[in-house]
Nanobody, 124 residues
Framework: QVQLVESGGGLVQAGGSLRLSCAASGRTFSTYAMGWFRQAPGKEREFVAVISRSGGSTGYPDSVKGRFTISRDNAKNTVYLQMNSLKPEDTAVYFC?????????????????WGQGTQVTVSS
């Protein structure tokens, strides 16, 4: 069992930055690929970023590529999402998730554990 707790959300103006953190419980954090997803009101959950177990590989959709960076610190059981050049369309609840795989999963069904989410609001 893995418990995930996100933090770092908030209100920011367009063009600004935020860094989200996701702290994981347990001793097996390094055996999970970690991902970030987001969900805006009335929309489906959307893939945002993924990082491999070692941190050596990452993946992003075109909508955030070049603006968002995912990283992890296995010694601290924490994954981060640095978000720069934020846009109003980035407004959503952001979730971190853990997948017990050596691949880079990009669909929500591939993930085993989820956090409760943190709200990010970007004003224009």
């Amino acid at each position: 069992q893995v418990q995930l707790v996100e933090s770092g959300g908030g209100l920011v103006q367009a063009g600004g930055s935020l860094r989200l953190s996701c702290a994981a419980s347990g001793r097996t954090f390094s055996t999970y690929a970690m991902g970030w997803f987001r969900q805006a009101p009335g929309k489906e959950r959307e893939f945002v970023a993924v990082i491999s177990r070692s941190g050596g590989s990452t993946g992003y959709p075109d909508s955030v590529k070049g603006r968002f960076t995912i990283s992890r610190d296995n010694a601290k059981n924490t994954v981060y999402l640095q978000m720069n050049s934020l846009k109003p369309e980035d407004t959503a609840v952001y979730f971190c998730a853990a997948a017990r795989t050596y691949h880079l999963p990009s669909t929500s069904s591939q993930y085993d554990y989820w956090g409760q989410g943190t709200q990010v609001t970007v004003s224009s």
